[in-house]
């Protein structure tokens, strides 16, 4: 079994504080991220949230903010409600030049849900993060940063 974690590395044309907002600010997230009712960037902060596979399996996302280290770090747990197993996602920030931002986005204990099911392969993260990375936050953030 690859118990190794996801880790994506992406460089945004935004500054640091453009990304962090994107990452903790709700009205900023539902925008590019997930329709999530409430979020706060505190450990401890629980919040939830339902995703929708392409064949249009809903699956409720339960979570817990872990660590925040202002515009340089966000975890939280990431679960499921009624299946087995409990990861952790990071985001991670540096400058990466005049208003660039590198990120690394590292989702471990992906192990944890191998007996949930093929919906919870690894591949199938690969794909969602690297979408939602490559399109849905870079456009957001890059727009974003057009306009600023």
């Known amino acids: ?5 996801i880790v994506i590395e992406r460089v945004f044309d935004a500054p640091v504080t453009k990304v962090w907002d994107a990452l903790t600010i709700n ?3 539902k925008k590019w991220y997930f329709d999530i ?3 706060k960037p505190v450990v401890g902060f629980e919040f939830q949230f339902t995703g929708t596979t392409e064949e249009k399996t809903e699956y409720l996302h339960l979570c817990r903010v872990t660590e925040v280290v202002n515009c340089k770090k966000l975890a ?4 499921y409600k009624g299946y087995p197993g409990n990861s952790i996602v990071t ?3 540096s400058e990466g030049g005049k208003k660039k931002t590198s990120l690394k986005l590292t989702h471990a204990g ?3 849900f191998a007996s949930a099911g093929h919906g919870f392969e690894k591949k199938n993260f690969v794909q969602g993060w690297t979408s939602i ?3 849905s936050l870079k456009g957001y953030v890059e727009a974003d940063s057009m306009n600023a």
């Open 1 to 5: 079994m690859n118990d190794q974690p």
């Open 27 to 29: 009205e900023q997230m």
């Open 37 to 39: 009712s409430d979020f």
């Open 76 to 79: 939280y747990s990431w679960r």
């Open 91 to 93: 985001f991670e920030l």
């Open 110 to 112: 992906l192990e944890s």
């Open 133 to 135: 990375l490559d399109k």
